[in-house]
């Protein structure tokens, strides 16, 4: 997918895009267990930054770590 299609890619898209890559990354396989999922509450938060030097999307959910300032990060 190149910058252009991306751009297009609305958030049921860009989400679905984004797990399929991280599926991919991981070897194709990701085990996601019941305990695991019923511990996500609406207080846990999740960033995405896009880093233009390196072109990645960064996701974090360490706020304290969080690339606030980065002045190459798009927040």
Known sequence: MNSEKRGLLDDKEMLFTLLTAFVKKSGGKIK?????MDSVTTQ?????YYDQNNKEIIL???????????KDIVH
């Open 60 to 70: 974090s959910t360490n706020l304290l770590n969080a690339p606030f300032v980065e």
């Open 32 to 36: 996601i267990s019941e305990d695991e």
């Open 44 to 48: 846990d938060m999740m960033m995405m």
